[in-house]
């Protein structure tokens, strides 16, 4: 079983929808818990970064960890047709991260 | 300009050669890592680095040898490339090891 599962999508929603991705992981010695956007044929860019449970928050973007539940999740509002990417979520200890498979969305106008 | 650079982007190569993927910082981040990205397997670890002549093992390290001299360098060799080594690499660093990755733009390595 994977360190980190990720809901595999992918999603289709309309421009304006609220998006939920999800992961959970079964490594208790993850730290920190990042989300990252990727483009097509780009490299993944860092979205949201957090270290402690409960939620953070970055203009239409939430991040949310639940570290008792092994559970994290990026919410998206409003969301625009520029955010169709691939979301990866990743779980980090010891300097190492260990990322999901990806979920892709796409937001049509 | 600042940043992290992968050369070459693009690489065609026979079964058996050898290959060497270039990654170069200028961050001066003491984290390197590489990455494969595959269909069906996400991001996998190949190695990663902590600082410079410093190097173990990720995820997947069979057929691949890195090293670290420099700070701002760290390149990937695949020894005798095989059909399986296929994918897209991604170099990555990261100034404090937290997870906080900045990614290079990969390179599509296709072996024949």
């Known amino acids: 079983q994977k360190e980190v599962e990720q809901d595999p999508g992918p999603l289709s929603v309309p421009e304006g929808a609220i998006v939920s991705l999800n992961c959970t992981y079964s490594?208790?010695?993850?730290?920190?818990f990042m989300w990252y956007r990727q483009y097509s044929r780009k490299g993944p860019e860092l979205l949201m970064y957090?270290?402690?449970?409960g939620n953070k928050e970055d203009g239409r973007f939430t991040a949310q960890v639940d570290k008792s539940s092994k559970y994290i999740s990026l919410f998206i509002r409003d969301s625009q047709p520029s955010d169709s990417a691939t979301y990866l979520c990743a779980m980090s200890s010891w300097g190492k991260s260990t990322f999901g498979d990806g979920t892709t969305l796409t937001v049509k106008p | 300009d600042a940043g992290i650079t992968q050369s070459p982007r693009y690489k065609i190569t026979e079964t058996g050669r050898q290959v060497t993927l270039m990654c170069h910082q200028t961050?001066?981040?003491?984290?390197m890592f590489w990455y494969r990205q595959d269909l069906g397997h996400g991001l996998r670890l190949i190695y990663y680095s902590a600082a410079a002549d410093i190097t173990d093992k990720g995820e997947v390290p069979d057929g691949y040898v890195v090293s670290r001299s420099k700070t701002e360098n760290f390149p990937l060799t695949l020894e005798s490339a095989t059909r399986s080594q296929t994918s897209v690499y991604f170099c990555?660093?990261?100034?404090?090891?937290?997870?906080?990755?900045?990614f290079g733009e990969g390179s599509r390595l296709t072996v024949l």
């Open positions: 961050w001066s981040h003491s984290y």
């Open positions: 990555a660093s990261s100034g404090q090891g937290s997870g906080e990755l900045f």
């Open positions: 957090t270290y402690s449970s």
């Open positions: 490594n208790s010695a993850f730290q920190y």
